[in-house]
């Protein structure tokens, strides 16, 4: 089952050069203060500073600020991270407090990026994804999870330590490592839909790994739990970063008997096989092009079709 790797996946790939040494510079601010080529991505709790987003604009776009701009200047230490340099210039992460009114630029406003995440250039999109995973695990570790203290950030922002000198205690980022995987009997691909779905759509089969157990065996749980259906060969595929909130998806294809019996699990509310010949019919609705889901199905179908997935269902 050896299909062509795709591209870097969906907020993925070479778009930030990450510099994390820089991060032991007991200067890395001032340094940023003091280069005029800086700029800061603003947040506002899960939300980031967009613009181009009102009606007939063409794509929204970061709306990166300037080191002087008044926002920048007035905010503290502890409420920026180093991104790294994005497009060869320093990035910065600017926390602003979810209740604290700033003066923003014209024609700006702070965004969510899931529902924009498509139609954002791809690099930004990246860079965007890195920050809300960011923003998300300090707004978690305001406080120290063994003493109660408060924390306080370090190494750039990429480290929070317990202020308790007798705990001391350093968190790093989490990801939450989710398998996403498509079952496949050689000719027909296993997808199933969750209720809350748009009506006619469905995807591959994922879930989230638990302690104790390989990649592997979450996947083979997974599908048995969600499908009723046992896999006799799992294969890695790609991964792609899933900020919402905090998750890697690690995609495989894995393969399944041809009459293997279908029983709906608990999380979903069908399961069906599909064929070729259903899916470049538009036969179901599928993920949108940039999930993981979708590049799962399409390596699979692009194996054994003439023409493309993403072709057909442009």
């Not at 406003?109 to 791809?122: G, I, K, M, N, T």
């Not at 063994?146 to 968190?171: F, K, M, W, Y």
């Not at 019919?281 to 023409?307: C, E, K, N, Q």
């Amino acid at each position: 089952m050896d299909f062509e790797r795709d591209s870097p996946s969906f907020f993925s790939g070479p778009y930030i050069d990450r510099r994390s040494e820089q991060r032991e510079a007991a200067s890395w601010l001032a340094d940023a203060r003091a280069d005029p080529r800086t700029r800061y991505l603003v947040s506002c709790g899960t939300a980031q500073l967009m613009r181009g987003i009102a009606p007939g604009d063409a794509e929204p776009r970061i709306a990166f600020l300037p080191g002087n701009h008044p926002i920048v200047e007035a905010a503290g230490a502890d409420a920026m991270v180093l991104l790294g340099w994005f497009e060869d210039v320093p990035c910065l992460l600017l926390e602003l407090g979810s209740d604290r009114a700033a003066d923003l630029p014209p024609g700006t406003s702070f965004q969510e990026l899931r529902p924009l995440s498509a139609r954002v250039p791809r690099e930004e999109a990246a860079l965007l994804a890195y920050a809300r995973a960011l923003s998300i695990w300090r707004l978690r570790n305001r406080f120290c999870g063994l003493c109660g203290s408060p924390t306080r950030p370090e190494r750039a922002g990429h480290v929070i330590r317990c202020s308790n000198p007798d705990c001391a205690q350093e968190i790093f980022p989490r990801i939450e490592p989710a398998i996403i995987v498509l079952v496949t009997d050689g000719e027909r691909a296993l997808l199933g839909r969750q209720p809350s779905w748009p009506p006619g759509r469905y995807s591959t089969i994922a879930g989230f790994v638990e302690p104790g157990e390989s990649l592997e065996d979450a996947v083979a749980r997974e599908v048995l739990e969600e499908t009723g259906v046992r896999v006799r060969r799992v294969d890695y595929h790609a991964s792609q970063p899933w900020p919402f909130p905090s998750s890697l998806m690690l995609g495989f294809h894995a393969v399944a008997d041809a009459d293997a019996p279908i029983r709906v699990g608990h999380e979903l509310d069908d399961v069906r096989w599909f064929s070729r010949e259903e899916l470049a019919s538009g036969i179901p609705l599928l993920p949108p092009a940039h999930a993981i889901s979708f590049h799962l199905i399409a390596a699979w179908f692009d194996a054994g079709s003439p023409v493309p997935l993403a072709a057909l269902r442009a």
